[in-house]
């Protein structure tokens, strides 16, 4: 049996390129990941093609997503004399821009690529990953990261965000990626100047970073969503906005932040019966 950690993956910041013909999209995305975790058990099942998955999340027990499809594929192309059964501990909500089914996904293919020795390189599984989601070639690393392209282009960043921590709210409201495109595609993305957050890394300035965190989606999802709005609203008049943004296409929010915060620490506190919130370290 191999056990995975698959942890979410927070964007610091995003930037809508331009729209493609196959209907995606070409971002600029600096990617992070949190110690929010589902925890991913991969089994030998002696019955060769079959996957089967386990979880306390109805939608990764319905036999038709990407978690499923990339097992799949794993098996019949690299293992076909074996089958498996996965069992997925589901932490991360679903539908909150924290990549939730795509890092399922990555465990699950690091899993297989353990459990029956195929070594397979990180660019091997990044290239099968891509097949599958757009955020699993970042998913299937655990380490800040420039993320170009779909998603395919995936650059490590030298940056050490040990002194950080993350204030995570999602307000238990599901956003639908496809439509917060298709409104950024229809009224234009927020778009700003990469260079400043990038000079903030190579300079090791995590203050200068933190101002420069940003996400062209952010005003999409928070004109559309009353939810999402009120608590934007809710954690800009109580703790401010900087270091503030949404992680994906919502519907979760971020506030990086330095040190301990006793401030942040009592709106936790107040807000754990309205909100998924607490505070996370960067891995």
């Not at 209907?23 to 099942?45: P, Q, R, S």
């Amino acid at each position: 049996m191999i056990i995975e950690k698959a942890y979410a993956k927070v964007n610091l910041f995003i930037n809508v390129v331009g729209a493609r013909r196959d209907g995606y999209h070409d971002l600029e995305m600096i990617n992070a990941k949190v110690d929010l975790y589902d925890t991913v058990k991969i089994e030998n099942l002696d019955h060769p093609g079959i996957v089967i998955i386990k979880s306390n999340d109805l939608f990764l027990s319905n036999q038709n997503n990407l978690v499923i499809e990339s097992a799949r594929y794993m098996i019949k192309q690299y293992a076909p004399d074996k089958g498996v059964t996965v069992t997925i501990d589901k932490i991360i909500p679903f539908g909150a821009g924290l990549a939730g089914n795509s890092v399922d996904a990555a465990a699950i293919i690091r899993g297989i690529d353990k459990l029956y020795k195929l070594n397979l390189s990180l660019e091997e599984m990044q290239r099968l990953g891509i097949k599958f989601g757009a955020d699993i070639p970042y998913c299937l690393i655990d380490k800040p990261a420039l993320v170009e392209g779909i998603g395919n282009k995936v650059t490590p960043l030298d940056i050490d965000l040990s002194e950080c921590k993350v204030l995570l709210v999602n307000p238990r409201e599901y956003t639908s990626t496809e439509d917060v495109f298709t409104l950024g595609d229809r009224f234009g993305f927020n778009n700003v100047d990469v260079k400043p957050i990038k000079k903030a890394i190579q300079k090791k300035d995590i203050d200068s970073f933190i101002k420069n965190i940003h996400n062209s989606l952010q005003h999409l999802a928070i004109d559309n969503n009353k939810k999402v709005k009120d608590a934007y609203e809710h954690i800009v008049e109580k703790l401010g906005d900087e270091g503030l943004a949404m992680t994906g296409s919502g519907s979760t929010l971020i506030k990086v932040f330095k040190g301990d915060n006793e401030k942040i620490n009592a709106f936790v506190k107040e807000n754990k019966s309205k909100y998924f919130i607490d505070i996370y370290n960067f891995l």
